[in-house]
């Protein structure tokens, strides 16, 4: 038996289980990493309020939110600094460029401990930025390409 051409597989996070396994996966990242509620309730999504309490870099939560419009795309933001180069129009972090190949960005698979790692060093270059004015490491470019005539 077929499918409707409409359906489509229900997001991840719909499954209690699998948001019970990325919760924990980030709980084990030990105690400079902690879960607290989400500071405001994402309608259809799922969001994890994390907070930070690293070596250089301010105390601050990070929020992860994975929408239904892209399931397997977290958008990150930040309650911390957020003078950075590599930040959108809406806050959220630039962790990685969006038309990098997939073995280029994070995926589930790649489990919640990754993703949090991606973040510390995401949040530790906007610190160095900010005290330095120089970037390390690669960057990608801030626009959506234009389409080729």
Do not use: N
């Not at 990493?33 to 500071?39: F, N």
């Not at 939110?65 to 957020?82: A, E, L, N, Q, R």
């Amino acid at each position: 038996m077929s499918r409707p051409a409409a359906w489509r597989e229900p997001a991840w996070f719909t499954r209690p289980a699998l948001r019970f396994a990325f919760q924990r996966g980030i709980e084990a990242c030990g105690p400079a990493a902690r879960i607290v509620r989400p500071p405001r309730r994402y309608p259809g999504g799922f969001a994890l309020a994390v907070h930070l309490d690293l070596p250089d870099i301010p105390e601050q939560t990070v929020t992860i939110v994975f929408g239904h419009g892209s399931p397997h795309t977290p958008h990150i933001y930040s309650d911390g600094p957020s003078e950075s180069p590599h930040r959108y129009a809406e806050g959220a972090l630039c962790i990685w460029y969006p038309y990098d190949p997939a073995e280029q960005q994070w995926t589930r698979r790649d489990g919640p401990a990754i993703l949090l790692g991606l973040i510390v060093a995401h949040l530790l270059k906007e610190e160095w930025w900010r005290r330095t004015g120089e970037w390390p490491g690669q960057e990608a470019p801030h626009h959506t390409p234009e389409p080729r005539s």
